[in-house]
């Protein structure tokens, strides 16, 4: 297993890393520290607005333009703690919006595939992850309900969006045994967040707690 080299980061976005990983209630030692590290090195500021700049810090979503939001980092770290986010993961994000969660991924040594469905923001995430010379991010614009399956299968799918329901050519694409998916299921009249596991050539599914995202378009 390849150990990603750790960015060198100020004691500011060190203390913003720890204080998320630990709000978001993150038990395992290795996964906590390897989500420390990978949030320390992504600077939320530059994926909003500069009108939002000075709350980039702060545990809250913020808009992003298109009637998307950015997710709090909390919730962010809460989804990659569920999946055990670790450096030799290929994960598939679903939704990825500005790209935040995408890029905290990359940051751990994770190769991601990330999808968007809404055209214009897909391009401004591609080129603000190129500027940002995120090599292990691949981005295209698509409707991800049926994932990516020209680069299936996944050790972890990570949904940042609110589907009614999961289509099943989208859990497929899991790695069996062992992968992952995490995902907010519902509607504006409510939503839970689920974690589904790969075992046995199944699938089992855990209903987790009432969660709040962006209803997929």
Not at 38 to 43: N, Q, R, S
Not at 190 to 212: F, M, R, S
């Amino acid at each position: 297993m390849v150990t990603p080299k750790r960015k060198i980061v100020s004691q500011a976005c060190l203390r913003f890393a720890e204080e998320v990983v630990e709000k978001a209630g993150i038990i395992d030692e290795q996964t906590a520290d390897t989500l420390v590290h990978a949030f320390a090195a992504v600077p939320r500021n530059k994926f909003v607005s500069e009108a939002f700049n000075t709350r980039a810090t702060e545990d809250t979503a913020l808009p992003i333009g298109y009637g998307q939001t950015i997710s709090k980092p909390t919730t962010v770290a809460r989804m990659l703690g569920l999946i055990g986010l670790r450096s030799d993961m290929r994960v598939l994000e679903v939704g990825c919006g500005c790209g935040y969660a995408s890029a905290v991924m990359a940051a751990a040594g994770a190769q991601v595939f990330a999808v968007e469905i809404v055209g214009l923001l897909a391009q401004r995430t591609r080129k603000l992850l190129d500027s940002m010379n995120y090599q292990n991010i691949l981005i295209r614009r698509a409707d991800g309900r049926r994932g990516w399956p020209e680069h299936a299968p996944y050790d972890a799918i990570v949904v940042s969006t609110a589907f009614e329901t999961v289509e099943p050519e989208l859990v497929s694409q899991l790695v069996n045994p062992g992968g992952r998916m995490v995902a907010p299921i519902g509607d504006k009249r409510g939503q839970i967040l689920t974690l589904w596991e790969a075992k046995g050539g199944g699938v089992t599914l855990y209903q987790l707690e009432p969660c709040n995202f962006v209803e997929a378009q």
